[in-house]
């Protein structure tokens, strides 16, 4: 009973990626659905061809800095696979994620799916997925503290509660990053979570972990700075305060893609008199590039992946077994 009951439970995990990326359809769907096609034409035609392509190609770079959080989870449980696979499975976790919301459920169920079908063990892949989920934190704690410094001052509210928050919010994250930093030089006995055993990684590999995920936001900021700046002309240093704020803040808010948070944060933020519908034209833009292709591009790699499983089952059943 106990061993059909697990057997059921990996099947109901595995079939939970797939709807995951059905979620993570419909999510992009209501977050574009409130715009007309004419308004969403509009904002990508009003972007010149050189800045679209440099936008692509940044988002390219940051689905390529997030497929590598793989990469580096793999690592950290001493497993090597082909390139392509953990840059398959990270392109297409991440996309759904980035959409979906809730990455560790979202993204996690998905690799779930596909690195069971590479011989992964559950508790390898567990152990990935939280890493991976560690990195991105750490990430955000060392942009939060940049953004910080970056940011304009007003951008903080002219409010003592409002600056006293934010200033807290930097604080915890500086002590969070220095407590990891401490950790992976300091402890070294094994953290046990029911079944499961996590090492603290080494600081070369917590160092690792904010540069790639540092690395993942700032193309992901780029995206956006090259939609935005053929209309408003703005310090590249100043504006990377705002995104990195409005965009960790956006995550945290666990809001699918941070919809809504993001947007009025940026446009909240962000120094100068501009025209409101113009900056909110580049966000259209910015969401088209960044969470729109990849997830149409992944729906594509996984579909296909599926059918050629399929058709791979078929071919096997259908060859003479050898005597």
Not at 12 to 28: E, K, N, P, R, T
Not at 34 to 51: D, F
Not at 122 to 128: F, L, P, Q, Y
Not at 252 to 266: A, C, D, I, N
């Amino acid at each position: 009973m106990a061993f059909q009951t697990k057997r059921i439970l990996k099947k109901a995990l595995s079939w939970a990626g797939l709807f995951f990326f059905a979620l993570a359809v419909y999510m992009l769907y209501h977050q574009l659905a409130k715009y007309s096609l004419e308004e969403i034409s509009e904002a990508v035609m009003s972007i010149p061809h050189h800045n679209f392509l440099m936008a692509a190609l940044a988002s390219l770079g940051g689905y390529i800095a997030l497929s590598s959080y793989d990469y580096l989870a793999l690592c950290y449980i001493k497993r090597r696979i082909s390139a392509w696979k953990w840059i398959f499975a990270g392109f297409i976790g991440f996309s759904v994620s980035n959409n979906a919301g809730h990455a560790i459920v979202s993204g996690g169920t998905i690799r779930y799916r596909i690195y069971t079908r590479w011989r992964f063990r559950g508790t390898e892949i567990v152990k990935m997925v939280t890493f991976s989920g560690f990195t991105y934190l750490v990430a955000c704690f060392f942009l939060i503290v940049i953004g910080y410094i970056l940011t304009p001052s007003h951008a903080f509210g002219a409010g003592s509660v409002s600056k006293l928050t934010t200033q807290i919010v930097t604080l915890g994250s500086f002590l969070g990053l220095i407590g990891y930093f401490s950790l992976s030089i300091f402890y070294k006995k094994p953290i046990r979570i029911k079944d499961v055993e996590f090492d603290m990684p080494s600081l070369k590999m917590a160092s690792a972990q904010v540069f790639l995920g540092a690395a993942d936001i700032i193309m992901d900021s780029i995206v956006l700075y090259f939609v935005l700046t053929p209309f408003i002309q703005i310090d590249f240093t100043t504006y990377m305060g705002v995104f990195i704020i409005a965009k960790v803040l956006g995550v945290f808010s666990q809001v699918p893609g941070g919809l809504g948070v993001f947007e009025g944060l940026f446009m909240y933020i962000i120094p100068g008199d501009h025209n409101q519908l113009t900056v909110f034209s580049a966000l259209i833009a910015y969401r088209i590039i960044y969470y729109l292709l990849p997830l149409l591009v992944s729906g594509i790699m996984l579909i296909s992946y599926e059918c050629f499983l399929g058709w791979h089952r078929r071919q096997m059943r259908k060859t003479p077994k050898q005597q």
